[in-house]
């Protein structure tokens, strides 16, 4: 398959490039944060991706979507990295939809799937525990009940868990942290009794939550797929965030490096341009490199899950570890050739720079999936 | 978009006349470089497998499949190309021809060559006749290539050359080289023509420069009162600096995707029989496993990347001075590779003459990568035309 977008999905690109420029740029962001909203986001502007199909994007049309795909999840993910666009898209209509359509019965995806679509409902994925994504390491608790289920222990950095309707959990029934096995994938109500949720505002000014499990107590139909076998599902889905995660990071870093580029062409120094100098052209031409590199596995990654390939999680390991390196490359770049201005808050490009930061974290950084190809290549 | 069907019966006919007429000896992946058929006048085969697989492709016109048939080629479309491309690598079959006419004049002399230069050149090239060679560097010219000064003397029919060429690969076993020449002093860029020259006419000679692998791969060429026919002029005269450049981004192109002839050791394989695996399967070094894994990652994207540029081509949407990239980062990716090969293969393949270490393949590997990044326009150079040309960049 070509490593290219289709007709259509540039149209798509276009057409959520204009929305997001115009609804809901980086501006946005800085007033929503100097506001403390109480949500974090625009309500109005979740409201338009429902209205222009993104929250449906992987979504089947029987349950109410469009039944694209991971390219066009990500070609949306893009332009939210261009423009910090807050919503709860990734965790609820990337990372919860790929979930429940992994795992789910049909009747949780009747349940469950229209309301995220149509924006109704919101969802997310508690996975990590400690202070690293280490998703063999899950300890929080399912004991089984005469009804169900019991769930104890305490989740940290769920995207968006403030504003959740929908959780989708990854517990431990059996083995111990470290175990692969063992694990179990509950979907239940975000209000379920003994569910503690505190909203944690990140560096990035981007909301996650912390969510504590006291004896929650869930019926044998919150369970998502097989029990003690979760592994599976619970990779499809953090594959599909990844997935995500690398193209917005791949958007954040193409808009650093395009407002870095034409601050090299405006700013003068000793009398010259200090695009002139080869000291920062070279830094520059190596910026591009890297991203017209990075670029390429990031398309590839999500044409992969889309052919539900069996190289699609060593794909997207790829995507995810090559985006944060090269976008920790562009954001620091940025600020350092910015000077003095790009240490101000007034300039926008140290939004870049934190929320870069965040993304690199989120669901394992570049170091866990270097190891992860290591390990999968045999060595 | 193509006719599935129509391309299904290409690949399937390509693969029945591979799997016939492909000796089973050039079928086996090439050990080094040695193994690459150049051709030429005086080509001595290495075998009777390798001339019968040259001679059949060339019949076909597959040595260089897209060009025209009345050129000597296979009149294929890309996507029939892609599919013969394709079905080679699945059979293994090694490439029958290698040569720098294919690579960089031939699309070159198609670009600027009037219908009787590519009438003559063409089909020799494909059917591997005539083995170039390219006279660029000078002493004096390395980086700054337009300061070139090697003497083309107008004399009406004919011109008179002087000077001195370096860095010609394999000049010492060409036939013709393509070369640039000075044929204005005045002007520098545009005081520049682009020349082609049978290395027997009187006056030329090569001599082979010892490289630190210990291989000599490239020579320097003398012209001395040599006579070139105005015939052999390519493009007008002063305008050679257009026709350089236009083979230079054919050559960052096959330098950007050098390594994919005679393809380089594995080097997580190379550590994992070296090194060896800890109790948890992973490198017995840390350091080393996360330079591998970084290595790979590089190799994936740029892989990748080659593959996603060629898909732009097609459409016509890649920056002409993406090859600069390719360049760019292909070269330094090798040079990373064989570090890494000779770090997994440590004090082994320090030994340069042994029969354990095949003469000392790896070191010498090793060295010559050096200049990878050196020749075909440095990675300094890359970077400039990237700047200047892509990003536009002021005053670059």
């Known amino acids: 398959m070509p490593l290219i977008f289709t007709e259509e999905q540039n149209m798509l690109r276009y057409s959520a490039r204009d929305f997001m420029a115009d609804k809901a740029p980086v501006s ?21 991706f429902v209205d222009m199909g993104f929250t449906g994007v992987l979504v089947p049309e029987e349950f109410g979507g469009t039944g694209l795909g991971h390219v066009e999840a990500g070609i949306v993910m893009e332009q939210i990295g261009h423009h910090l666009t807050q919503s709860p898209f990734l965790a609820s209509s990337i990372a919860a939809v790929t979930a429940l359509l992994q795992a789910g019965t049909v009747a949780q995806q009747k349940t469950w799937l229209p309301g995220l679509a149509s924006g109704a409902a919101i969802a997310t994925i508690a996975i990590d525990e400690k202070s690293k994504h280490r998703p063999t390491q899950i300890a929080l608790r399912a004991t089984p009940t005469e009804t169900g289920y019991t769930l104890n222990g305490a989740k940290t950095f769920v995207l968006n868990g403030h504003v959740a309707d929908i959780l989708i959990v990854a517990a431990r029934r059996a083995g111990d942290a470290g175990d692969s096995e063992g694990i179990t994938l509950f979907v239940l109500d975000a209000r379920a009794q003994g569910v503690e ?17 006291k004896e929650v107590q869930v019926g044998i139909g919150a369970v998502l797929g097989p029990v003690d076998a979760g592994w599976k599902t619970l990779n499809a889905a953090l594959d599909a965030a990844r997935a995500a995660a690398a ?19 405006e700013r003068k ?5 200090i695009g002139e100098f080869q000291a920062l052209q070279h830094r520059a031409a190596l910026i591009y490199c ?13 044409q992969q899950l889309d052919a539900s390939a069996d190289e699609a999680s060593r794909a997207v390991s790829m995507a995810k570890a090559r985006a944060g390196r090269t976008a920790t490359l562009a954001v620091q770049e940025a600020v350092q050739m910015h000077g003095g201005i790009g240490m101000t808050d007034e300039l926008e490009i140290g939004f870049f720079m934190k929320r870069a930061r965040v993304l690199n974290e989120l669901f394992g950084d570049v170091n866990f999936h270097l190891d992860q190809l290591a390990s999968q290549h045999g060595y | 978009m193509c006719n599935l069907n129509e391309t299904d019966d290409f690949r399937a006919a390509t693969r029945a006349w591979l799997e016939t007429n492909c000796p089973a000896e050039m079928r086996s992946p090439m050990k080094s470089d040695g193994d690459i058929c150049w051709g030429g ?12 697989w040259l001679q059949r492709m060339a019949h076909r016109g597959w040595t260089v499949p897209t060009w025209p048939k009345e050129y000597g080629g296979g009149g294929l479309s890309r996507l029939e190309a892609n599919v013969l491309a394709q079905e080679m690598a699945y059979l293994g079959c090694r490439p029958p021809l290698t040569n720098f006419g294919i690579s960089m004049l031939g699309p070159t002399l198609f670009k600027f060559g009037t219908s009787e230069q590519k009438s003559e050149h063409l089909p020799k090239i494909a059917r591997g006749e005539i083995r170039w060679c390219q006279g660029y560097s000078e002493p004096n010219s390395g980086s700054d290539l337009a300061s070139l000064t090697t003497f083309a003397q107008d004399y009406g029919d004919h011109f008179i050359v002087n000077g001195q060429k370096i860095w010609t690969s394999y000049a010492d076993q060409s036939d013709w080289i393509f070369c640039l020449v000075r044929t204005d002093k005045a002007n520098k860029h545009n005081g520049i023509s682009f020349v082609l020259c049978d290395m027997r006419t009187a006056g030329v000679s090569t001599k082979p420069i010892m490289l630190i692998s210990g291989n000599s791969p490239f020579c320097e060429t003398f012209f001395d009162n040599v006579r070139v026919e105005k015939n052999n002029l390519i493009g007008t005269l002063n305008a050679g600096w257009n026709v350089a450049k236009y083979l230079l981004t054919q050559e960052r192109d096959m330098i950007g995707a050098m390594g994919e002839e005679s393809a380089p050791p594995s080097v997580s394989q190379t550590a994992k029989a070296k090194v060896g695996l800890d109790p948890q399967n992973r490198l017995e070094d840390a350091q080393l496993r996360a330079q591998i894994a970084e290595f790979d990652l590089d190799e994936a994207a740029f892989r990748l990347t080659l593959e996603r540029v060629g898909d732009m081509q097609r459409l016509e949407k890649a920056h002409a001075a993406m090859s600069s990239m390719l360049k760019y980062y292909g070269a330094e990716l090798n040079k990373r590779r064989w570090e890494l090969l000779m770090t997994c293969g440590g004090i082994d393949e320090l030994e340069w003459e042994s029969k354990k270490s ?38 670059a």
Do not use: C
């Not at chain 1, 120094?269 to 341009?273: M, V």
């Open chain 1, 197 to 213: 949720i505190e909203r944690t505002v990140m560096v990035d000014s981007q909301n996650a939550a912390r969510i504590t499990f």
């Open chain 1, 269 to 273: 120094q000793f009398g010259r341009l």
């Open chain 1, 290 to 302: 890297e991203l017209e590199i990075t670029r390429s596995l990031v398309i590839h990654a999500q």
């Open chain 1, 28 to 48: 946005q962001l800085r007033q929503l944060r100097d506001t403390k909203d109480p949500i974090g986001f625009s309500k109005v502007v979740y409201q338009n």
């Open chain 2, 41 to 52: 006048r005086n080509w001595k085969y290495s075998s009777d497998a390798q001339r019968l």
């Open chain 2, 358 to 395: 095949q003469q000392g393949f790896v070191a010498r590997s090793w060295l010559r990568s050096k200049g990878n990044s050196i020749e075909g326009g440095t990675s300094e150079v890359q970077l400039n035309v990237i700047a200047k040309r892509i990003l536009e960049l002021p005053g």
């Open chain 1, 247 to 265: 193209a917005e990071l791949l958007g954040l870093a193409d808009e650093v490096f395009d407002r870095t580029l034409k601050y090299l062409k």
